[in-house]
């Protein structure tokens, strides 16, 4: 039996664990807090972050992360974007020489710029190829529900990507592999952003038009930035691309577009923060974001005017305003 770690007991580490244990493996999660270790220990739940979900006998948990990843030959990192590479700097002397590790992070790094399977290969001290980027249209609430979900396991090791994906695929969830590394993290780090926008587009009362602009106009930012960068263009129209975009954005479960309905409301940055409490990495990762966008000459509009919205004070109006009152350009 395949022993697996999932470090990181929110929504979608707790979900990972579900589907992991249903897929046939023996799956330890890691919480930060004892009453969410205990609580799935004891009574096969999570009520922090997914109250209906009754976890499957397979999984345990701990709060003692090294004795977790000691012996897993999976090693699941679910933790927010910004927090990996210092939780890894206290963890990866305990991962195996041979283990692989899994990142179903959307985030890019601040001040680095960097993706979250540049940072595990960096911080973990571990070759390319044995990191594997899990990303899709995947909201935790539904699939730990079991409704019927797609998902891409990217890694540029294609034996390591099926072995992975034999270890995900269950009655509910259907992985795809991909080779597109770079393509995949940045199609979910980016479209978090764009579900900032597209919630600050709902809650000023705009209807359909507008949000099929922010979806269609943010892909096409999305590409243009992947592409510098080295990904397959065609990727942006999968499901860690366009899927994971229409998903995200169409969903109240979306604590991003959530978060962009709190700002296009007028409340603060903090007021948001303090309805949301879960991680909506795209706050901080447009700025990460744009810097890249900038190093790399690449026009995001739709990021940029979300940055300055996030991080500027800017009134959501105010960026309606700039974005629509751009040069006219063909398509
Ligand atoms: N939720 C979803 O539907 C999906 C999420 N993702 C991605 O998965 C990643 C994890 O998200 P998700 O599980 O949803 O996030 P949540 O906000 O639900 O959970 C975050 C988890 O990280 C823990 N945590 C918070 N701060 C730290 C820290 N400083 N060090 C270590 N652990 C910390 C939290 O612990 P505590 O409870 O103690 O605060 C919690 O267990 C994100 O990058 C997200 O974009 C990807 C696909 C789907
Ligand atoms: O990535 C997700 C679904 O694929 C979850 O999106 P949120 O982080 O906005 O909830």
Redesign the pocket.
Known sequence: MTRAAV?????????FAKILADAGCDVTVW???PA?AAAIREQRTNP??LPALKLPPGVTATTDARAAIRGAELVVL????Q?LR??LADWSSAIGPDATLIS????IELGTTKR?SQVIAEAAHVPDHRVVVV??P????E?AAEQPAATVVACPDTTRAEQVQKAITTRYLRPYTNDDVIGCELG?AVK?VIALAYGMATALGFGDNTRAMVITRGLAETARLGVALGADPLTFAGLAGLGDLVGTCSSP???NRTFGEHLGRGETIEQAQAAT???A?GVKSCLAIRDLAHRHGVEMPITEQVERVCHEGLDPRIAVGALMGRSVKPE
């Open positions: 470090l990181g007991a929110g929504s979608w580490g707790t979900a919480a930060r807090r969410v922090d972050y679910a933790v927010p974007s927090t210092g939780n179903l992070m959307k985030g979250m990303s899709g995947n909201l935790a609430a699939i979910g978090n479960l979306s604590r409490r879960q991680t990495e």
